[in-house]
């Protein structure tokens, strides 16, 4: 599929993502774009060299050393790097999150992923509306394989239609956080309809929030770096001091494609919101400078 009937959506693209929750699009990232990428995402293994255990921004894995690195996920990329601010927010994948969700889109988050080779560890099944809780359920993650991914690499997996089904409790017998499907839950999913998405280098996957997914650690001698950017609705909001809402990057809640109409709908009930005082010089007026300016 080429990039502009991506970015132009025909029925039957939107109503397999509806349907199935996730989609596949083999080599929708062109070569340029994906050097630009894998370069940048270069530049941070070759950072981690300098690290003993994690910083801010580097997530490293069990046995890292600076003559063999091994990570495992960059924090936050669109805060860490211009390309990946570009790609996030003006480049072919915003355009594609925009196109998905009705026209304009609000950044939540990035992440690179990098998996590495000789066990690079496995993510259990999960889904992630529970680690960033927002208003609506609209919210989809865009992935872009830097490397060809084949059955040996540990393949995301999803499980089609999961979005439209049971929300899952992702705490453990002991009601500790573990950001995974408990075991007793397990035998409910439907696993033997999972879909592991492989493909070459600059295919693109989108899963819904609500899907159900993991992947199988990586045993090959093979990296499986995975570009992670999530987008919401423009009508979409996270809810704050739930999860990582409150602790994500500058650029989260960046609308693109258009203004934000500050419109939210409760319990089937619209209300147009008062303006982000946060990009209006971070003070907000009392209610008596507001009243008292419109009658002046």
């Known amino acids: ?165 049971r929300i899952y409790d992702l705490y453990d017998s002991q009601d500790q956080w573990a950001g995974a499907i408990q075991d007793k839950d397990i035998n409910r999913l439907e696993l033997d309809k999972a879909v592991w998405l492989k493909g070459a280098a600059g295919s693109v996957t989108v899963h819904n929030a609500c899907m159900i997914h993991g992947s199988m650690p990586n045993d090959s001698d093979r990296g499986r770096p995975l570009l992670l950017q999530t987008y919401s609705a423009i009508d979409s909001y996270p809810i704050s001091n739930l999860g990582a809402n409150s602790v994500l990057g500058g650029a989260s809640g960046t609308v693109i494609q258009g203004p934000s109409a500050q419109r939210i709908s409760i319990q089937g009930r619209d209300l147009r919101c008062a303006p982000d005082w946060s990009v209006k010089g971070g003070k907000a007026p009392t209610i008596f400078g507001s009243q008292q300016q419109k009658m002046m």
């Open 1 to 165: 599929m080429q990039l502009d009937e991506v970015m132009q959506p025909d029925t039957a693209l939107l109503e397999s993502y509806e349907k199935e929750g996730y989609l596949l699009i083999e080599g929708l990232i062109e070569p340029a774009w994906l050097e630009r990428l894998k370069t940048a995402a270069a530049e941070f293994v070759e950072a981690s060299r300098s690290l003993s255990q994690s910083s801010k921004a580097i997530d490293i894995a069990p046995g890292h050393t600076s003559e063999q690195p091994k990570l495992r996920r960059l924090v936050s990329p669109v805060d860490q790097h211009p390309t990946f601010w570009e790609f996030a927010l003006k480049g072919p994948i915003a355009q594609l999150a925009c196109s998905l969700l009705g026209g304009s889109a609000r950044f939540h988050h990035s992440k690179l992923n990098y998996k590495w080779s000789e066990g690079g560890e496995e993510v259990k099944w999960h889904q992630d509306i529970q680690f960033w809780p927002h208003t609506d359920f609209s919210p989809l993650t865009i992935g872009v394989y830097l490397a060809a991914v084949d059955d040996e690499m540990g393949p995301m997996g999803v499980v089609p239609g999961s979005h439209h089904g």
